[in-house]
């Protein structure tokens, strides 16, 4: 298997390509004056298994188009079978329409990689598995959970409590309250689908003297932690902390969720950021392997 690497991912890439022994493929890139998106794979793929890493987080739009031109060339380059490696796949909240009017943006993606020459997907903690049934080739999430979890429990903070900032995610503090052994709670979030606000509907359990980790797919804006510390504040925790799989960390995202009180923000190398503290090479190299 050769790696190829995405300019969005190219040290998870490199990082994966070490784990698996596999070569790499450097991908010069650039941007023409217009505006255009322009990529070269600088080295041979004929006749090889390739795996395209590139996440596509903000701005997402050329991401999307770069992973679609990669993995263009490497189909004309004579790649035996291409699979596109997107630890965060772009437009996957829209997985159905909510207002009429709206498009499935998600398959609408699909068919545009598939059109490219991707022929299978590995994603990470997408927002909802169903979105994947969607798309015309095979296409898996894997989850970061555990390797975020385990984080805490090596800084001391087994038997944390994990929660869910909302009822829909609770299989996520499910899944670290595995790890860490302690006890897992949700709250009940809506969103107003026209402004965007987000509201949090307190719910009773025990956090009082207790380590609350708060465990999220996606932190965009930060409104939905905010609003979960906030609650979790009036419980008098020993100390609120947040793991995220996704910290797009829009804005002053990072500041507005330590000035509501959290000690520490985790996330993960899926989007490159300063809170980006675990890597999620090792779950990708595996599921490479397979
Ligand atoms: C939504 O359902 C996701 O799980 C996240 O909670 C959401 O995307 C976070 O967005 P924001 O940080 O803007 O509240």
Avoid: W
Avoid at 144 to 149: E, G, N, Q, R, S
Avoid at 264 to 290: C, H, M, N, W, Y
Wanted: hydrophobic share 45%.
């Amino acid at each position: 298997m050769k790696i190829v690497l995405g300019p969005a991912s190219s040290q998870l890439g490199r990082q994966i390509a070490l784990n698996l022994q596999a070569e790499t493929v450097p991908v010069a890139f650039k941007t023409f004056p217009d505006g255009e998106d322009y990529v070269r794979l600088e080295g041979q793929v004929e006749g090889e298994d390739v795996a395209i890493v590139q996440t596509t987080n903000p701005p997402q739009d050329p991401k999307l188009i770069q992973l679609a031109l990669m993995a263009d060339s490497a189909k004309r380059n004579g790649a035996k079978r291409i699979t596109a490696v997107v630890p965060y796949l772009a437009y996957a909240r829209q997985d159905r329409i909510f207002l009429q009017g709206e498009p499935i943006s998600a398959e609408t993606i699909a068919r545009m990689l598939k059109a490219a020459g991707v022929e299978q997907l590995i994603t990470v903690n997408v927002h909802q598995e169903n979105v994947l049934s969607h798309f015309p080739f095979p296409a898996k999430s894997v989850s970061a959970v555990p390797v975020l979890a385990e984080y805490f429990v090596k800084k001391g903070h087994a038997k944390a409590f994990a929660l869910s900032p909302d009822k829909g995610a609770v299989h996520i503090a499910e899944e670290a309250r595995n790890v860490l052994g302690g006890e897992c709670g949700y709250l009940e979030k809506k969103r107003d689908r026209y402004s965007g606000h987000v509201s949090m509907e307190m719910k009773t359990f025990d956090v009082k003297d207790k380590t609350v980790v708060i465990f999220d797919d996606i932190i965009s804006s930060g409104g939905t932690i905010v609003a979960a510390a906030m609650i979790l504040k009036e419980l008098s925790p020993k100390g609120i902390y947040v793991a995220c799989v996704h910290p797009l960390l829009i804005g002053d995202a990072e500041k507005l969720i330590l000035q509501a009180g959290v000690r520490e923000i985790v996330g993960t190398d899926s989007v490159p950021s300063s809170v980006s503290k675990v890597s999620l090479a090792s779950l990708i190299s595996r599921e490479l392997a397979q």
